[in-house]
């Protein structure tokens, strides 16, 4: 690939001519910040598009992910990969275990706002991309979501799982329930545009994979890899965030025991996870219970990170630490099988990552979270949401959390008239 460079370039105006640019391509994929500052992050925005190739899991397996530009997902469902464990809930929409595209055009935004292309005729691309936006009609944005479940049938199966708990069977689980949606027409990419608003969300994404697509406003991030090191950033606790004396809100969220007990269990599975790539005595916690503000909601965000050992795949790397602790519960195993039970879908993309492999082997990845995944084939949408149960929780105002982390999503897609 060609590159070619413009400089003081709009991440927002970029953004709005590259959810337009999307609607004609079968690949693509836009990865953005939006603006959130972070001292992780090399980059504004990521966006590619057009797939030379599409890589598998099998594909995966055998060296694809290790170096190139890579755009793409791991699903949930790819832990069968590592672990044996059962399986059998209904799938919404038919999303593979994991995909990934080797694209045809990749554009990197810095935080100075310098835009670099990559391509076979870069100068072609850039003068696309940087044409003024065409203010058009949009299309429909709504989905009318129905939960899957009844608010009886979740706190049932939350009090289930703290019988589990009681019993020792497992520490902590994450326990996901979902709302679907059919639709015949969808305007997915002005749909993005409406979330990401709503949210401001760091790792949030719209990524098209020929007949699927997701709409991603995540604040979390799974594994950052920069040369020989490491990063992982859980998140578990979660409060309203206030337009006023926010402080407060903050300052109740790490203050809360039920809260700092989610956080720490998984920082210690997130360590256990790291040290199976780890060079001996490199993991560590940079950071334990630190509090974020997003637009909606405060996040208590870990950070824990290590050096890796030499000669270690990227492979090895997703193999050692998939799924996220923070989706899963601890014990891992036990917790995924115990929320596989209780749950009423497959949890298919959600709770798995969404992200890009560079050249030189270094990857981003997400945490799929308040997001919805759309099977345009099927013509249906999903929105899952989970949260972290544990033996202090009160099930009653697990499902108040659970309402929290999807109302932008559900606000999002709403039909404006049925909002007045």
């Known amino acids: 690939m060609k590159t070619a460079s413009a400089h003081n370039v709009d991440p927002i105006l970029l953004e709005n001519r590259l959810l337009e640019l999307s609607s004609s391509r079968s690949f693509f994929a836009l990865y953005t910040s939006q603006g959130y500052a972070s001292k992780w992050g090399d980059y504004e925005l990521l966006f590619a598009w057009g797939a030379k190739a599409v890589y598998d899991t099998d594909a995966l397996k055998n060296g694809a992910l290790e170096n190139g530009w890579r755009f793409g997902f791991l699903g949930y469902e790819l832990r069968h990969e590592f672990e044996r464990l059962s399986k059998g809930n209904p799938a919404i929409g038919d999303w593979p275990q994991a ?26 691309v850039l ?190 790397i997703v193999k050692a630490t998939f799924p996220m602790g923070s989706m899963t519960g601890a014990p891992k195993i036990s917790a995924m099988e115990l929320a596989e039970r209780y749950e009423k879908t497959e949890r298919g993309i959600y709770s798995g990552a969404l992200g890009y492999v560079m050249p030189n082997g270094d990857f981003d990845f997400n945490v799929v979270i308040r997001s919805i995944a759309i099977d345009a084939k099927k013509g249906v949408a999903s929105a899952h949401v989970g949260g972290a149960i544990t033996v202090l929780s009160v099930p009653e105002l697990e499902y108040d959390e659970c309402l929290l982390k999807a109302e932008s999503l559900l606000q999002s897609a709403a039909d404006p008239d049925s909002l007045h």
């Open 99 to 124: 995909q990934f595209f080797e694209p045809e055009v990749v554009g990197t935004l810095d935080k100075l706002g310098n835009l670099t292309v990559h391509a076979d005729e870069p100068k072609a």
């Open 127 to 316: 003068d696309v991309v940087l044409e003024p936006v065409i203010v058009q009609e949009t299309g429909n944005t709504s989905l009318d979501f129905q939960p899957i479940e009844s608010r009886e049938s979740y706190l049932k199966a939350v009090r289930s799982l703290q019988q589990h708990i009681q019993r020792g069977d497992i520490y902590e689980v994450n326990y996901c329930t979902a709302f679907t949606a059919e639709f015949a027409a969808l305007d997915s990419a002005q749909l993005f545009r409406q979330m990401a608003q709503a949210t401001k969300a760091p790792f949030s994404a719209f990524v098209k994979m020929d007949q699927l697509e997701l709409l991603c406003t995540s604040p979390e991030r799974y594994l950052l890899k920069k040369g020989d090191q490491l990063w992982s950033q859980p998140i578990k606790g979660t409060n309203r965030k206030l337009e006023k004396n926010n402080h407060l809100q903050e300052r109740l969220l790490v203050a809360d025991e039920k809260e700092r007990a989610e956080n720490v269990m998984i920082v210690d599975l997130v360590r256990n996870d790291l040290s199976r790539v780890a060079a001996k005595g490199s993991v560590q916690v940079e950071e334990l219970f630190g509090v974020y503000p997003f637009k909606n909601v405060n996040q208590m965000i870990s950070t824990v990170s290590c050096k890796v050992r030499p000669h270690t795949s990227n492979w090895d």
